[in-house]
């Protein structure tokens, strides 16, 4: 199900919970993006920062399937890109 005329923010968090994050925050980075062809029809772009337990023990590559999988239908539309930091507790790696 695409989530048309929603706050795609928001279906993000809400798909991102599953994940159990201690810290999260997303940033819609699609105004940077006018004009590029993966924004063409309303793709948007966003950025994730995110910690969590279930992180532990993974490498990045690991980590961003984990992120992915719980997008993956919205992607290419209605999110064109996704730039994940993906760390653990105590924060790691996030600025």
């Given amino acids: 199900m ?14 991102l ?4 994050p201690v810290r999260m925050e ?6 940077l993006h006018a004009g ?16 969590s337990k279930q ?3 993974l490498g990045t590559l690991a980590r961003h399937r984990l992120v992915y999988d719980c997008v993956r239908d919205l992607m290419p ?10 760390g653990t507790p105590p924060i790691e790696g996030l600025s």
């Fill in 77 to 86: 539309h209605p999110i064109h890109a996704l730039a994940i930091e993906a």
């Fill in 55 to 57: 992180f532990q023990g």
């Fill in 17 to 20: 919970a599953a994940l159990e």
């Fill in 36 to 51: 590029h062809a993966g924004a063409q029809g309303g793709a948007r772009h966003f950025r994730v920062h995110i910690v």
């Fill in 2 to 15: 695409t989530p048309e005329g929603t706050d795609l923010q928001a279906v993000l968090a809400a798909r």
């Fill in 26 to 31: 997303i940033i819609d980075d699609s105004h």
